[in-house]
Every structure is written in C-alpha cells, then in structure tokens.
C-alpha cells in the first residue's frame, strides 16, 4: 500500500493558485499555446480520457498539460516526475504532492493511480521515460524505441500508462460481473477499501471506459541561437556543462523567443476494446481472487498461484500491444510545420546524391510537397493552411523558411553558392545527444516527422514528379492557393470583437477568384481586377462575356476585399499589388497573349502590375474609372484621421475614427464601412503611380464616365498624359453612375470585348 506518512493529497487552493500563474506567465512570455480541437471537440476529448500521454522535448512543457487539462474540465490532474525532483529539499516535494506530482518510486504506484483515476483524476504521463533531443524514435528496422542516456542505448517505450488502462478495465470488468450475478456484498467491500461513499458510486466508475488519450507536443520554431537566460547563467557562473548549456539555449529560446507550442490529442484508445471475447468472460474470475489494488497490479506472479500468472500474463501481453498502439499514434499526432517537410526534404536530396541543386527547384519541391500534404488528414500547423505563408516560395522564399536556413548555415549544414543549395556531409554525422539540438537541427526536425509515412513518402515522391509538374500544374495549385486564403481571411475575422461592423454588411455575391478556362487553344488570357471595397463579383459578368469568346479569363481579389473591412483595415496597397501579381503568375500558364482590365482602383493596379512587371505577354492593358482625384473633397482630411488613429492604436485603442460609414452604388458587392487607413493606402497607391511618368510597351485604353459621382472626369486625362506609351486612346461614357462595368452602361462590356478582340 501507500506509505501512510506521505500527504498525498492534492491541495486544491495551491493547485488553482498555479493555474492562476501559469494564466499570468503564458500572457507574459511569447509562447502561442494552441490546442488543435476545437473547443467542444477538446472539453469533450478531455473529459472522456483517463491518461493522457504526452512526448517530452523540453523540461518545462512537463508543467504544461495538467494546466489545460484542468481549463478545458475542472479536472485536478496527476502527474508524474522523475525521483531526483523530490530529493533534497522538503518544502519542494511537498510542492509537488500539494500539485498532484508524485515521483515515479513511489511504492505501490499504479494501485495508487488507479483509485486516483477511479476517483476522477487525469493522470499524465511522458511514456518515453526522460527528453528525446534528438526526436529519433525510429529505428533502422521501422521499430518504435528511443536512445535511453542511462542505459546508453536504445529502448522500448515505457508501458506503464498501458497497465494502468489493463489493469484498471480489468477490474472494472469483474465489479460489472459481480454486479449482473447480484454479488453487492463484494462490490460494498470494494467501495468501502476504494474510499467511495457509495458502492452505487463505485459502480457509476465501473460502467465508464478506461481511456487513453495519445498527444502530441510539438514546438515551432526551435532556434539555436543564444538568449538572454544563458548569457544571465553564463554571466552569474564560473562555467555550465555542456548538457545544461544547451538546454538553456534550446529552450531560453523556446520561452523567450515567439514561440508556437502546438497540442493535438490523437483518436482516443479504449482498453476494453484489446480484450476478446473469451477473455472478457475469464477476466472476472481471475481478478476475484485479489483483495487489493496492489495485487491486481503485481506483475510477477506467485508462481503456486495459477490466477495469478494468467493475470500477469494477460496484462503484461496486452500493455505491449496498447503500449506500441499509443506511441504510434502520439507520433503522428505531431502538427507538421514548413521545417519538417523543408528538413525531410533535404536529407531526402542529400541521400539520394543531389548534394546541390538550384534554389528555384528546391523551392518548387517544397511547395509541391505542401500541397500533396494539405490533401491528407495529418495535423497542419496553422500556417500551411495560410498561403501567404508559403505560397511565395514559387517566385523567392518566404520568411519560414529563411528562419530555418539561416540556422542551417549558421551550423555549416547548408549554405548558397550562386543560386544553389550545398548540402554539406555534416548533415549526416552522429551527434551525441546533448549535441544534436544545437549541431544539426535539420536531422532533428526530419526525426520528428519520420513516422508519419505517408508524409514522408509524398515528400520523397516530390523530387521525381516536380520535374514532370507542368506550369499549368503549378499555376492550378496556385490558384487553389487563393480560394483557401479568401476563407482563411474570411475566418480570421469572424471574431465576436469585430461584429460591431462585420453585421452591418449586406455583400451578398461571391467574393473568391474566379477561373474561366478556355475551352480550345490557343486562346488569348484576361486577367480581371476589381475595384475598392469590391470584390471579384464586380468583373464576373464581363468575365463570362469574355470567356463564351473563347478566352481564359481569372478575376482576382484583392487583399482584405470580400471577407471584413477590419481586413481591409490592416492591408496597404503592396498586398493590392501583390494579389494582382499572383493573378498574373497563374493567368501566364495559360497563354501567350494576356489582356489586363481592371475596374476603379483595379485600374491603377493594373498600370502599375505592367509598369512594374513589363512582359512581351501583356499585349493590352483597358483601365476603367481608374482615380487620380476624387469628388468627395472631405477625403483631404484622410491622411490627419489616419495619423490620428495610428496614435490611438498605440495605447491599445481601435482608432478615433476607424470606419467610415459607406452608402455605395452596389451594396451586394461593396462594404458598408470604409476604413480610414484603406482610404489612405489609396492615396499613397495614387501617389506612387503619379511620382514620375510610366513607360509601357503595351496598348493602353481608358473608359471613364463623363459625370462620374466618385471619380473626377479629369482623372483619365491625368493618367493619359502621365502614361508614355505608342499606343493609347480613351473612351467616354454617358453616364452618372461609377460602376460603369459592373452594370454594363452604354454597353461597356462589349466594347471591351471588341477591343481585345482587336
């Protein structure tokens, strides 16, 4: 039994006081814990489970779990630490009783854990027995186990939490017997040794299955350079050993550093379930012959006692199996990231004897490797399901993965010679375990995404078949790319903070990109841009006019239009610009002949894309309605409202004015509020277009409405005179309304068509 001397006993006000401060600490340090359900799916995981097994890479994540636990259930939870922890000083060990934390000697630990689970206590445990480093939990031969530093080899995964499950249903089993055979006497005298009021209450335990619950910790990024906790050790101490060095560097950044801590619970193991038949019925049998918890959980059996080695020898099998189950599913539970599928990638390259090859192509392994993964079910981290995030990487990089290489060739695994990528050999060297970390963090983030193989497997498939991807191929995932990041946009802003304005709306018309796909070739490409507080919905009528002639046509939208004005608040003209640029990378794929027409704003963006971006493709380029000055001259005051708002963003304020309210010509598609800082960037976007004159090649077209509400008439000749072109002319409409496109005054559409035609 438990040694009676020891206060096991959780002390709730201690317990909810730490939970207090953890609150406090997360809030102060820059680690982003997410935990990957949903919040109903995650109380429901929580309260269901039992166990709840976690992987242990850093020491501090070992606090973590019981915190979140107790959050999403009200649950005081257990845990379990290393013996070392309780030695020494006394007012610490019962710290960690008064918390739940009991060492991992404690005599009779497993009774001891499953009356507490019995009683409705979590318990977590870190069945790898101490830190894996290295995240190597594969071996050669495809086995589960890890490097263990006090045996100095590697070894299965502890079992532990599985004969806590085997035992536990085990027992549960042989109390719902007794109770189908109306044997209550016995099931009194167990409530009664168990602590329970009520056997009815013991029972209610009974009918609740064991369960497990696989999880996965995952940290992103993991950086290498110095902080300021070792420069403070290294300042305050004659000297620190090597191990605890790059602990402090490892973790000092994992805590100080803006870090993502991602927590994914896998699908739940049931115990029950690993019994057959048959031994369903023995179980109860054999576990009628014990007294006590303790004997039911002994695992060497009296060898007279033939209950009592079926017993041991039923648990032990079957922990094995639960035991093996349960790490699996903790592994591939972890959240992939840009690193892992980066790192795999480049071990792949430098195993199959490509030691160096262009950044460009690497690039477009990458990327193709992202969006074959998208298409499984494994968790993503949050960023690979934002293509801002990665979706670059066909053209550059992106800051993902410059983090990740700038570590890389700071530890001489990889470095650039003139627009390549070198692999060095040292990516292949054996580190020792308080080395690898800190000397080959790229072997360390392929480690961890290894089990997961129809990942890896997809990863490794990307070098061959990227050479065989077409630029249509490419252009299409690319262009999935952005129907993700309109929902992506759309969701991120659909918190209860910004309803206030969000349910004013009344833009009803689809706001993604839209692709209208020739159906014979050649065919000549249109690429359709939208005017201010639109959305592709203002271009779709002309773009199907366009496409029933025989041509591509992609209409694209730009950032922080057709999701939220507080989108459109945190967006300037470089992201406008850059939508129009991925319109144009998709749209080129298709054709040698590419028409550019944007409406309003879409206008300007269009003369800027051609300015900026001349290309023999772009043959025509039609601005409509497009502003130099506007009608509305209150607008001059919009540089000072702006200002004026940043100055109030600075002590945590929303803005004196951040909207203005909107009466627009076509409420279906436009925003009812205008934010200020948008009307800004419009500005700065007209200013940046007039700055000096523009050189193009292609023809230029205007049409502009003569009494046009928004837009002063003037603004076609400003932009006609400001333009250097061969080729240009404009074209006046009859008109009193601004959407001249859009409503398809004096036939607007068809002249359009007539001039591409030309």
């Known amino acids: 039994m438990v040694d009676k001397t020891l206060d096991l006993k959780i002390n709730t006000s201690t317990y ?121 939990v594969i071996d050669q031969y495809g086995q589960y186990n890890i490097f263990s530093r006090t045996a100095n080899m590697r070894r299965k995964h502890h079992r532990g939490a599985a004969v806590i499950a085997m035992g536990l249903d085990a027992f549960k089993t042989a109390l719902l017997r007794d109770f189908s055979k109306g044997n209550y006497q016995q099931i009194e005298l167990w409530a009664e040794r168990l602590d329970f009021n009520s056997s009815e209450e013991l029972m209610l335990k009974a009918l609740k299955p064991t369960v497990i619950v696989p999880s996965n910790i995952t940290f992103y990024p993991i950086r290498v350079s110095d902080n300021i906790l070792h420069k403070a050790v290294k300042l305050f101490s004659r000297g620190i050993n090597k191990r605890f060095a790059e602990e402090l560097i490892i973790e000092g950044n994992l805590l100080f550093k803006d870090t993502d801590m991602d927590i994914h619970f896998a699908k739940p193991i049931v115990a029950s379930d690993y019994w057959r038949w048959w031994e369903k019925r023995l179980l109860p049998r054999m576990s009628h012959q014990f007294d006590s918890l303790s004997e039911l959980f002994k695992l060497v059996p009296d060898k007279d006692h033939l209950g009592s080695r079926l017993h041991s020898l039923g648990i032990k099998a079957k922990s094995n199996k639960v035991r093996d189950d349960y790490m699996q599913s903790m592994y591939e539970a972890v959240t992939i990231n840009l690193s892992h599928i980066a790192s795999y990638l480049i071990l792949a390259l430098f195993n199959q004897g490509l030691h160096q090859l262009s950044c460009a192509r690497f690039h477009k392994m990458l990327y193709f490797s992202i969006k074959k993964i998208q298409s499984t079910n494994y968790c993503l981290h949050r960023s690979l399901h934002n293509p801002e995030e990665y979706d670059s990487l066909i053209n550059q990089g992106t800051s993902r993965l410059d983090q990740l290489l700038i570590s890389a060739k700071s530890l001489a695994l990889v470095h650039i010679d003139k627009g390549c990528y070198v692999l060095d050999k040292k990516l292949i060297e054996e580190f020792e375990i308080d080395e690898i970390r800190t000397e080959n963090l790229i072997s360390v983030y392929a480690n961890e995404i290894s089990p997961l193989k129809q990942a890896t497997s997809m990863i490794e498939s990307s070098i061959i078949q990227v050479d065989e991807m077409s630029a249509r191929q490419f252009a299409q995932y690319r262009f999935h790319d952005q129907e993700i990041m309109t929902e992506w946009d759309k969701k991120k802003y659909k918190k209860p903070k910004y309803d206030d304005i969000n349910q004013k709306q009344t833009a009803t018309a689809d706001p ?165 800082r948008a009307l800004y960037q419009l500005q700065q976007l007209i200013d940046q277009l007039m700055r000096e004159p523009l050189n193009i090649k292609a023809k230029i077209h205007f049409f502009q409405a003569k009494n046009d509400p928004v837009v002063e008439p003037s603004s076609v000749e400003s932009l006609y005179q400001h333009i250097k072109a061969k080729d240009k002319s404009i074209t006046m409409i009859e008109a009193d309304r601004h959407g001249i496109v859009y409503e398809n005054i004096d036939n607007v559409q068809q002249k359009i068509v007539s001039l591409i035609k030309m």
Request: hydrophobic residues 40%; proline residues 6%; aromatic residues 12%.
């Open 16 to 136: 909810d006081f730490c939970v207090r401060a953890f609150r406090t600490t997360k809030k102060l340090l820059k680690l982003n814990i997410k935990l990957h359900e949903e919040t109903q799916v995650a109380k429901k995981v929580s309260d269901k489970g039992d166990i709840f097994l976690f992987n242990h890479f850093a020491r501090f994540e070992t606090f973590i779990p019981q915190y979140l636990l107790h959050e999403a259930t009200g649950a005081y939870c257990r845990s379990i630490a290393s013996a070392e922890f309780f030695e020494g000083d006394d007012r610490f060990s019962h710290f960690l009783y008064s918390i739940g934390v009991v060492p991992n000697d404690l005599p009779n630990l497993f009774p001891f854990l499953a009356k507490e689970i019995l009683h409705g206590r979590k318990l977590i445990i870190f069945p790898e027995g101490g830190m894996v480093k290295d995240k190597q």
């Open 512 to 676: 993604n990109w839209f692709f209208l796909k020739a159906a014979k070739e050649p065919a000549s490409a249109v690429l359709l841009i939208h005017g201010f507080l639109a959305s592709p919905a203002e271009m779709r009528s002309l773009g199907d006019r366009l496409h029933r002639q025989g041509h591509h046509v992609l209409g694209v939208r730009l950032r922080g239009h057709g999701t939220s004005p507080w989108d459109l608040r945190e967006r300037d003209w470089h992201d406008w610009m850059d939508s129009v640029s991925r319109g144009y990378d998709i749209i080129k794929a298709f054709s040698q002949s590419i028409h550019i027409v944007g409406f309003s704003t879409g206008g300007l963006l269009a003369l800027m894309q051609v300015s900026l971006h001349p290309h023999k493709k772009i043959k025509s380029v039609i601005s409509i309605s497009a502003p130099v000055t506007f009608k509305n001259k209150n607008l001059k005051f919009v540089p000072l409202l702006h200002h004026t708002n940043r100055l109030a963003r600075l002590i945590k304020m929303d803005g004196i004015f951040p909207f203005q309210p909107n009466n627009p010509e076509h409420p279906d598609i436009n925003y009812q509020h205008i934010p200020i």
